[in-house]
Every structure is written in C-alpha cells, then in structure tokens.
C-alpha cells in the first residue's frame, strides 16, 4: 500500500496540483488584502460608510443581556442576534470576482499561446522539406545500380 501511495504522490499530476494548491492560497491573500484594504474602502465611502464588509440588517431580538453597540457586527453576530450580513456577502462576492477575472485573463492568455504554438507547429509541417543536393545525387546512382543488376 506504501508504494502505492508513493507512486500516486510522485505522478506528474498531483504535484502540480500540490503546487497549484500552494500558489492559489498565496494568491487568495494578495486578493483578499486587494478587496479589504484597497477596493471595499472606496466601495464604502461611495455608500457613505468606511466598512462596507460590516453592513448589516437585524432580523431578530437583541438580548437584554447584551452590553455592547448595535452597530457592531461582530459582537451582535457573536451575542447569538440573528443577522443578515449583506456587506460581508458583498466583500466576499467582490473576491470572487477578482479571483475569476484574472483567471479568465490567464486561461485566455494561455489559449492564445497554445494557438500560437499551433500554428506555427502547422506552418512548419507544411514547408517542403527540400532535400539536399548530394542527397538526390546518391539517390540517382543507387537507383542507376539497382537497374544494372540482371
């Protein structure tokens, strides 16, 4: 069963996948940093707050051993007062966005090299091969003493 295992593991596959894996939770911070400290800041500011990501509706009762404001999300959320989060929703749909544009972008980049490649892989397939002078002579005598033979 080891070896096995260790033969899955050392495919090609899997360690691309592994690397792909480690390269994507890089990425995600760089795009979460982007969307939380970059673009939600100017997204709220243009609804008129600075935190779009903590824009809330209550939906429930807040109980009345709770001490905190009531505007914040985080301890309304962890007090157990049912909420409907929608700024967190809206951040996180932002990060998605992002995330699928830019892979879009490296998918599209990608398809284009490969056709590229192609078609040049084409244009020298379809080049005449022109075979050398000495060739075609060599050629010419083996042909004349193959005729000679009886």
Not at 67 to 81: C, E, F, H, I, Q
Not at 102 to 111: A, M, P, Q
Not at 115 to 136: H, M, R, S, T, Y
Request: glycine content about 8%; charged content about 20%; aromatic content about 10%.
């Amino acid at each position: 069963m080891f070896k096995e295992f260790r033969a899955f593991i050392a495919r090609g596959n899997v360690l691309d996948l592994a690397v792909a894996v480690i390269i994507g939770a890089a990425f995600s911070k760089i795009v979460t940093s982007l969307t939380d400290d970059v673009l939600m800041p100017v997204i709220g500011k243009i609804f008129g707050g600075l935190d779009f990501s903590s824009y809330f509706l209550r939906m429930g009762p807040v109980p009345v051993s709770y001490t905190g404001s009531l505007s914040d999300y985080a301890a309304l959320k962890k007090a157990g007062v049912p909420l409907l989060g929608y700024g967190a929703f809206v951040t996180q749909a932002v990060n998605f966005v992002i995330v699928a544009f830019i892979i879009f972008l490296l998918v599209r980049t990608v398809n284009r090299a490969t056709a590229l490649f192609e078609k040049e892989k084409a244009a020298v397939a379809e080049e005449p091969k022109v075979e050398p002078a000495d060739v075609g002579l060599l050629r010419e005598i083996r042909d004349e003493l193959r005729a000679r033979r009886p």
